[in-house]
């Protein structure tokens, strides 16, 4: 079955630190992979966006990067802050739909 | 970019009751989707809404529980009827922007439905 999976536990970093998030996909092959980042009570927010053919994009403070080989995507912010306290998604697109599938969610910490 | 509002934000239910919530967007969009995010949960899709024709629903949603229509490019509405607790969700209209063959998502701040 198809499945997108993320770090089923909070990740707690200091700030200042950079944080590591993982999105692990089976049985899908995505043309785009992108990033979400959900507050409490409010709708997902766009964050990035990275083609099949593409290793690496970044956008001020994060990064992120995609294996298709490993079937896997990390999601990097450096010099982390409380202000990035919020669930991160990862959701895949398959080339030719239009529909976006969501991964599990991490839910991220950062602590002054 | 996209704003997109939904209505309402939350109710509160009664069991066998239907609601309908509402999804305005800003601009004219081809597609809107349906999501809805059970308690601590990610976001599972209900359907898409294309305008001008019928509403393709995802496996384990059908067409008489939860009912759309999209009568043009900016407007939505889900109904969920016949509700029973298990329908206590978020529910979050989406529509996307397009650059070129890719596109970001677009949400609603979400409806938080509660049933008795």
């Known amino acids: 079955s198809q499945k997108i999976e993320q770090n089923s536990e909070a990740l707690n970093i200091q700030e200042g630190k950079t944080a590591t998030l993982t999105c692990n996909y089976t049985?899908?092959?995505?043309?785009?992979l992108q990033w979400y980042r959900q507050d409490p009570g409010r709708g997902p927010v766009f964050l990035l966006l990275?083609?099949?053919?593409?290793k690496e994009k970044r956008k001020e403070r994060l990064k992120v990067t995609f294996d298709t080989t490993l079937k896997q995507s990390l999601f990097h912010i450096t010099a982390s802050q409380p202000a990035d306290s919020a669930t991160y998604l990862c959701?895949?697109?398959?080339?030719?739909?239009?529909?976006?599938?969501f991964g599990t969610g991490t839910k991220l910490q950062v602590i002054p | 970019s996209a704003v997109i509002s939904q209505k309402p934000s939350r109710d509160i239910c009664q069991r066998g009751t239907s609601l309908t919530i509402q999804c305005q967007v800003d601009?004219?969009?081809?597609?809107m989707f349906w999501y809805r995010q059970q308690p601590g949960q990610s976001l599972t899709l209900i359907a898409t809404?294309?305008?001008?024709?019928?509403?393709?629903?995802e496996s384990g949603f059908v067409i008489d529980k939860f009912p759309i229509s999209r009568p043009n490019l900016t407007f939505s509405t889900l109904t969920v009827s016949n509700m029973s607790p298990e329908d206590s969700s978020i529910y979050l209209c989406?529509?996307?922007?397009?650059?070129?063959?890719?596109?970001?998502?677009?949400f609603g701040e979400g409806s938080r439905l509660t049933v008795l």
């Open positions: 989406s529509a996307p922007v397009y650059q070129g063959d890719t596109g970001e998502l677009f």
């Open positions: 049985n899908y092959s995505p043309a785009y």
């Open positions: 990275i083609r099949e053919n593409e």
């Open positions: 959701a895949l697109q398959v080339g030719g739909y239009q529909k976006v599938t």
């Open positions: 601009s004219q969009v081809t597609m």
């Open positions: 809404a294309n305008q001008g024709s019928e509403a393709t629903y």
